[in-house]
Nanobody, 120 residues
Framework: QVLLVQSGGGLGQAGGSLRLSCAAS????????MGWYRQAPGQQRELVAG???????NYADSVKGRFTISRDNNKNILYLQMDSLKPEDTAVYYC??????????????WGKGTLVTVSS
């Protein structure tokens, strides 16, 4: 069984920084694309940032220049460094991973979510 365990987040101040981590555990061949999504109250889940296994990244316009996604392929950990936080960044953040299982099939996994609250 594959699990994505999230850590970090919590309460931050506007202009401040927070860091999220997402560690994958279990038995699998490798992790392909990974990403961070967020869902604010009353809104749909949206992509915040994505990263390929090779390190290519993409960001939502709302976080470009403020957030940095990265990964450690050896440790199977995904990170999101959030700087210059804004109150509108308040949301539950979810990590996402496309993981190749022992049957060479790609499966999609989600973390349980981490609440990030930014005070003004």
């Amino acid at each position: 069984q594959v699990l994505l365990v999230q850590s970090g987040g919590g309460l931050g101040q506007a202009g401040g920084s927070l860091r999220l981590s997402c560690a994958a555990s279990g038995t699998f061949l490798r992790i392909d694309d990974m990403g961070w999504y967020r869902q604010a109250p009353g809104q749909q889940r949206e992509l915040v940032a994505g990263i390929t296994r090779g390190g290519s990244t993409n960001y939502a316009d709302s976080v470009k220049g403020r957030f940095t996604i990265s990964r450690d392929n050896n440790k199977n950990i995904l990170y999101l460094q959030m700087d210059s936080l804004k109150p509108e960044d308040t949301a539950v953040y979810y990590c996402n991973a496309h993981i190749q299982n022992l049957m060479f099939l790609i499966e999609t996994y989600w973390g349980k979510g981490t609440l990030v609250t930014v005070s003004s």
